[in-house]
T-cell receptor, first 113, second 115 residues
């Protein structure tokens, strides 16, 4: 099955700086890679996603890059703000696997004011 | 994206009793729904996948007789934790996906505490 590894487990950044979270996956059949933000006591919220036919996608301060050859993808948050503090999860999905998502372990991001 | 609700948002029950958690899609017809369990400071663990009108498919290690899932319609799925024990205390989250759709939309979660 798919194995997704996520690093770092915790990340502390100064407000205004950038944050980068990296994930690797094992199943070459995976073709959809979403990122979720989870605030304390709430369900995960999709913040950005990328499909395997695209190398990069950007939405305002958030961007995701995908390297299919190396089987890794990254989340980039620029100009971080205190409200960006949360746990972020990467995930991978192989449509051959009944649309099941495999999640990374999560990264706790703290933005210092 | 789709709007997903869960009820209740939190529940406390005594050991040995059963608890039902509802997951509703408010604006989206979900062919497939997923149930996850999340322990504190851990990632989401998929428990089962349910398709409307058919039996749920459980992940390895998840007891199907303990966690009963009913996907009765395209907008409602329920998870019943039978004979709950303290080790079942967790955050239960549902998600739904359309057909065909890669995207999953998550509910707000239900905090279950078994005393």
């Amino acid at each position: 099955g798919e194995n997704v590894e996520q690093h770092p487990s915790t990340l502390s950044v100064q407000e205004g700086d950038s944050a980068v979270i990296k994930c690797t996956y094992s199943d070459s059949a995976s073709n959809y890679f979403p990122w979720y933000k989870q605030e304390l006591g709430k369900g995960p919220q999709l913040i950005i996603d990328i499909r395997s036919n695209v190398g990069e996608k950007k939405d305002q301060r958030i961007a995701v890059t995908l390297n299919k050859t190396a089987k890794h993808f990254s989340l980039h948050i620029t100009e971080t703000q205190p409200e960006d503090s949360a746990v972020y999860f990467c995930a991978a999905l192989a449509t051959l696997n009944d649309y099941k998502l495999s999640f990374g372990a999560g990264t706790t991001v703290t933005v210092r004011a | 994206g789709a709007v997903v609700s869960q009820h209740p948002s939190w529940v406390i029950c005594k050991s040995g009793t059963s608890v039902k958690i509802e997951c509703r899609s408010l604006d989206f017809q979900a062919t497939t729904m997923f149930w996850y369990r999340q322990f504190p400071k851990q990632s989401l663990m998929l428990m089962a996948t349910s398709n409307e009108g058919s039996k749920a498919t459980y992940e390895q290690g998840v007891e199907k007789d303990k966690f009963l899932i009913n996907h009765a319609s395209l907008t409602l799925s329920t998870l019943t934790v039978t004979s709950a024990h303290p080790e079942d205390s967790s955050f239960y989250i549902c998600s739904l996906a359309g057909d065909p759709s890669y995207e999953q939309y998550f509910g707000p979660g239900t905090r279950l505490t078994v005393t």
